[in-house]
């Protein structure tokens, strides 16, 4: 018996229809801890090398972490992995809501999903009970409409996770749904799920986890709990979530407008954290055991159509609204209810489209090709091409392959506006103005997502050691326009963040309680040894954060062809395009600046100039397994800038 | 008169030197965006504002004595 977990790995292979249980190794648990850790090794361990993401080899890597699904904040956490669509070699995406919880309870910390059925199934799996049962009456339904069906059918304590039609479509942004707004959004998961044939997954867990100490749990639990509530910025972060940062990212020049044409969209207020309260929301959601619901269910009334939804979010405020030019929040929100049930990312479908429309106002689409004509800020144009990209039906075929690939294929310059790193479409912060930011964006594992490291607050601090504090601080006349910020020694903080921000993913817990309200590690370490009778010391996870980065930089280097410094540079019109507007007017990081950032990065790691991890970094971390197939890829010229 | 000033989570991270028992003094009338100019901290770096748990601008007046001023730093996700 391992303290804090379930104990079993669940296996399942479609292609022969075998379910099997193994023993949660001890030793995956010593070295990995759980959640994204289980998926890194498993992933590297067990994926054959080469395997394409659509390949019935690819597996499918859901896993929870050693303090999901116990009495403490924001327990509910659930990490999927694969070989990802979007990028070619690692994905994964974390998920909120109760999905993982009832896995852990029905005896799993980890599943994994191989091969390919042979018709449209889905998973049932109630307690330790697992069937492979056919799908059709779900296939082709939307994702929020499935799991509707799948509760009726099956019992409203059972927990799903579906796909909607993107994902069955192979859509390489399209995205696991479930608990009716949550999703594993990023990095193209439900693409591989749909070319598994697998529409969903449904579990019942009644059962319970061992812990070490049960009346320290429920003590420690309390207190958390507890000191949540206490926290300064509890009532001021809680009541609009995510979204109560719109009116900071224009303040500070970062709001991504119009395909990252600019950072700064003159309606803000109109779609902001405020406008959510008063136009949309009905109910606070939260996921798991959380204290600080931060998602937002309301009604979206349109002229296009009305919907009930969780959100709008962040995220999808700045790639659905000011990327794509929306300027009423209702419709920001009909949009993400749209997404939601074809099963797309929002993040990446905003990309998508402003990207689309850029091409359209600049003739490199017409009206003939595209099937009617789209504008910015148009919500009909939003519909019409989400329903196209998730039927995969005229140009949404192509906007369905992401925006790298559909540039690639469009040409004409549309790559210099095609906004994402390794294939991973860019989310909602402009970095043009914001080194550091830009630094975690473009050497993230997944390609560029927030949820690998997040100092863009950071930079703006940094800033003022540069420019004119006197005038932001008096709201003088240049107090709207933010002086440059420093570029140079913003590696230490980054690695850092990169670091922290997963580390949460490897525990299975949510990280906004730390991040956003700053609730101590110490409970976190108390809580770690209530439940599994080990002590927790905080640099120590952070060591195994290092180590799953590592590991995940070998994967992509074994599975990507020159993968190194080469896949490190974000899209030319960050280098080449000044800002044209708000208060980072002018600014943009030039391609030196970029290289000395790299340079100052890789040798903060212990990788060489390629970006490739050097043999003495590898052995410190205990990595010494990938030495050789690294090795061959280095001197093949991995990582080497073409 | 003395201010508490709270920094919550993301701030914590970017003013690693503020502890939990920043205090400073203000004289009234004094708006929000001078007073954390005075605290140390850049106005822009601020996503919130709580005097005395209640959501202000930064440029709210403070015109009657108050207690704390709790600072919600910039988040990210969703």
């Known amino acids: ?642 | 008169m003395r201010v508490k000033i709270n920094l919550s989570g993301s701030l914590q991270g970017i003013y690693t030197d503020k502890t939990s028992d920043l205090f400073v003094d203000i004289n009234i009338p004094v708006t929000v965006r001078h007073v954390l100019a005075a605290a140390g901290v850049n106005p822009l770096v601020v996503a919130a504002v709580l005097v005395d748990g209640e959501m202000k601008s930064k440029d709210f007046t403070i015109e009657e004595k108050i207690n704390e001023i709790t600072l919600v730093g910039p988040i990210a996700g969703g």
């Open chain 1, 1 to 642: 018996m391992i303290y804090g977990y379930a104990g079993k790995i669940l296996r399942v292979d479609l292609s022969h229809g075998q379910i099997k249980e193994e023993e949660l190794s001890p030793t995956l648990v010593e070295e990995y801890m759980g959640g994204r850790g289980f998926v890194a090794k498993t992933l590297y361990d067990e994926l054959p090398p080469d395997t394409a993401p659509f390949d019935e080899d690819n597996l499918i890597v859901i896993a929870m972490g050693p303090l999901s699904g116990h009495f403490l904040p924001a327990s509910g956490k659930t990490h999927f992995g694969t070989k990802s669509p979007a990028t070619d070699g690692f994905g994964d995406s974390n998920m909120g809501g109760h999905f993982g919880v009832a896995m852990k309870y029905a005896g799993y910390d980890m599943m994994v999903i191989k091969g390919k059925a042979q018709k449209p199934s889905y998973l049932y799996i109630e307690d330790g009970h697992v069937e492979i049962r056919p799908a059709d009456k779900y296939w082709g339904k939307g994702a929020l409409t499935t799991e509707k069906m799948l509760k009726d059918d099956l019992g409203e304590e059972f927990q799903i996770a579906t796909i909607g039609p993107a994902g069955e479509n192979r859509v390489r942004y399209a995205c696991i749904s479930h608990d009716f707004g949550r999703q594993a959004g990023r990095t193209g998961v439900a693409a591989v799920l749909g070319s598994k044939n697998i529409k969903a997954i449904a579990i019942k867990g009644t059962g319970s986890i061992p812990v070490h100490d049960t009346e320290e749990v429920l003590t420690r639990g309390k207190e958390v709990f507890s000191a949540v509530r206490k926290m300064p910025g509890f009532k001021g972060w809680t009541p609009q979530g995510t979204a109560g940062i719109t009116d900071w990212c224009n303040e500070v020049g970062a709001c991504p407008t119009r395909n990252f044409q600019t950072s700064y969209f003159e309606h803000y207020k109109q779609i902001n954290g405020e406008a959510v309260l008063e136009h949309v929301k009905i109910t606070d959601k939260g996921c798991f055991g959380c204290p600080t619901p931060c998602g937002k269910y309301g009604y979206a009334k349109t002229a296009s159509g009305s919907a009930f939804v969780e959100g709008p979010e962040y995220e999808t405020i700045a790639l659905l609204g000011s990327n794509c030019s929306l300027a009423k929040i209702e419709e920001v929100a009909y949009a993400n209810y749209v997404c939601d049930e074809l099963g797309v990312d929002t993040i990446s479908a905003g990309v998508v489209m402003s990207w689309a429309m850029e091409c359209y106002e600049k003739g490199i689409f017409s009206k003939e090709l595209l099937g009617r004509e789209i504008h910015f800020g148009e919500l009909d144009s939003i519909v019409y091409l989400l329903e196209k990209i998730a039927h995969r039906e005229g140009l949404g075929n192509l906007l369905a392959e992401g925006v790298k690939i559909a540039a690639e294929k469009t040409g004409q310059g549309s790559e210099k506006f095609a906004i994402h790193v390794k294939g991973l479409e860019w989310t909602g912060y402009e970095c043009r103005n914001a080194p550091g930011m830009m630094l975690g964006y473009i050497t993230a594992d997944v390609g560029a997502h927030h949820s690998r490291c997040w100092v863009l607050g950071n930079d703006v601090a940094g800033s003022e050691n540069v420019g004119s504090v006197h005038d932001l601080i008096s709201g003088g006349k240049n107090s709207n326009t933010l002086p440059k910020a420093k570029v140079k020694g913003v590696s230490p903080m980054v690695i850092n963040s990169q670091h922290t921000r997963p580390a949460f993913d490897i525990l299975g817990i949510c990280r906004l309680q730390y991040m956003e309200l700053g609730l101590e590690t110490k409970y976190y370490e108390e809580m770690y040894e209530a439940i599994t009778g080990k002590k927790l010391v905080w640099s120590e996870l952070l060591k195994i954060s290092e180590k799953i980065w590592n590991l995940n930089r070998c994967f992509n280097i074994r599975e990507i062809d020159g993968y190194g410094r080469s896949s490190d540079y974000p899209p030319p019109r960050f280098y080449e395009e000044p800002i044209p507007s708000g208060p980072n007017k002018g600014h943009l990081i030039v391609l030196d600046e970029i290289d000395s950032l790299l340079d100052e990065f890789y040798d903060a790691r212990g990788w060489d100039s390629n970006g490739v991890p050097t043999e003495t970094t590898l052995r410190r971390l205990g990595l010494a397994d990938t030495i050789d197939t690294v090795n061959s890829k280095r001197s093949s010229g991995a990582g080497s800038v073409k």
